[in-house]
Structure formats: C-alpha cells, structure tokens
C-alpha cells in the first residue's frame, strides 16, 4: 500500500478502516445539502492507497461509483479537487492535461506545470495513461494545440529522453554554460534551440553545476537570462524547468501562493478562472504553505489558515497530490 500511497506529508491513517470511512461519506450525502467538512475529514486525510480502497469497497457495498455520487453532490471548484482526490497520479496528471487542451483555447499554465515537474519515469506512464483513456498520443494532441518553440520544448519533454543519472562532466557544464550564454546574451537574437538541448536532456546533477559555471560567465543567474531573452509561454516553460530542477518543493510553494493570491483579485468576467495546481514531487525538502483550501461553495474557495497542529513539521516529507 504505501508504494502507491504515501508520498508526501499525507501519511496512512492509523487505525484505518475502510468501513467506517464508507459509512462516514454515505452520511455526509445523505438528505438535503452535504457535509463538505465530513468529506474532506476523510478523503483529505487518506493517501492516494487508501482512497483506492475506500474507492474499490464503495462500489462492493452500495453498488454505485463514489465518483459518481460525489459528482451528483458537489459542484464548482470544491468537486474538482475532490474528484482528483480519487484518481491515481498519472491519470490525474493525463486529465488535467487533456482538460487543459479541450475545447477553445489553451492552459498553457497546466501543460507547462505537468510536464515541466514530471521525472522520465512519471511522463512514460502519463503517456501511456493518456493513449489508452483518449485513443490519441499525448504528443500529436499537444502540437494540434500548441505552436512555434514552445511547442518543441514540450514535445522534447514529452519524449521523456532525460538523462536520469547523476554523473557530473564538469568540462561539458562549462561548455554547455558558454553555449547557452553564446546562444543567448552574447548575441542579438536568441537560439532557444540550444537553450533547449541542455535544459531538456542532461541530468539534473549535471544542469545544477551548469547554473554555476553560466553564473561565472555571464555574471547572471540562469533565470534572469531568461527573463531578459524570452517571453509568453516560452519564457514559462523554461523558467519552469530550471525552478524544478533547482527545488520542485519551491516552484510549487510559488505556483500555490500565486494561485491562491489571485482568488483575491476582483474578476469582472462571469466565469472565473478555476486555478489548480498539481504537486507532485519526490524531494524530501519540506513544502509547507501558510495556507491551505478547507472548503469550496459554488464557484469560490474558502481559505483558511491553518491550526498549528494541522501544518507541516519542518522534518515532514515534501507535500505532494496525494
């Protein structure tokens, strides 16, 4: 259970029992209305495993999907996450992708932030997740939706081609350091190709001793030479991947704050743009935001700050979507 089920701060229940767990969500959908407060007492608090059991034993018991009724009963963004709550990770990850390219117009913001914090490993399944539920590959869906040299970065992502070792060739990071400023700074115009080759294939190890040898050279950090050479979704994605290789926890503390930030901001527009943010990671450094989503009516969020009791401990295991 715990291979597929605890990978973050969100730890097995003690004392679990899926019985009990069943009955307590039954009766948070009983009568008029639904107790929200009772459905993430349990969901929230289960690891991914555990969702599948009570998911697997729901079904067994009442002869209905819990998906389903769940999705009879809730509604805006506060369904959303619960929903997600049940899918295993790479069928979430190929959900929101194929969500975020359905329909007019794209999220570039869901492509960038799945595929950008994806190890080798997770894109291989995501792939293989997405072709079997949509009967199309990942890829051919992304370049109809997609353009130009962004669409070649996540092409290249989407490959899964890193390189996952960890050996360091302090000649080539020197040399791949030079090529990007060369690329880059030292030139008018940009090759994003080169950009690119460096920052899509070599290992992680290898690209954090080529961040230090680009500082020497251009006397920058990587990001700012981002900053000042690209824009739009270009720009994103490869900020996106040079913050996840440097700290995933990190990038997704931004991604969160940022989100969360927004629901603040008066939006004039009759739909508002629902923000979801997907953390999956494996670096035990710690996330711990300041604030957490409790609770959802309608189309808004309700967030709270969170008891002392209910935040991460600094030694925690980073927070993933568990």
Partial sequence: MAAIGQRGAVTEAAGFKVEEDIKRLRE??????????????????????????IKEQ???????????????????????????????????DAHELRTSMKGAGTEEAALIDILASRTTEEVKIINLVYKKKHD????????????????????????????????????????????IFEAGEARWGTDEVKFLTVLCVRNRNHLLKVFEEYKKVSGRDIEDSIKREMSGSLEEVFLAIVKCLKNKPAFFAERLYKSMKALFVPDPSPDRKTFTITIQCHSPQPLNPYFYIQSSTKNGMQIHQPHSSHRIPPTSQTATRT
């Fill in 28 to 53: 948070a959908m009983k009568g008029t209305g639904t107790d929200e407060a009772a459905l993430i007492e349990v969901l929230a608090r289960r690891t991914i495993a555990q969702r599948q059991l």
């Fill in 58 to 92: 729901y079904k067994q018991q009442v002869g209905k999907s819990l998906a389903d009724d769940l999705d009879s009963e809730l509604s805006g963004n506060f369904q959303k996450v619960v929903l997600g709550l049940l899918m295993l990770a790479p069928v979430y």
């Fill in 136 to 179: 199309n590959s990942l890829e051919d869906d992304v370049c109809g939706d997609t353009s130009g040299m962004f669409q070649r970065v996540l092409v290249s992502l989407l490959t899964a081609g890193r390189d996952e070792g960890t050996a360091v060739d302090p000649a080539l990071a020197v040399q791949d350091a030079k090529d």
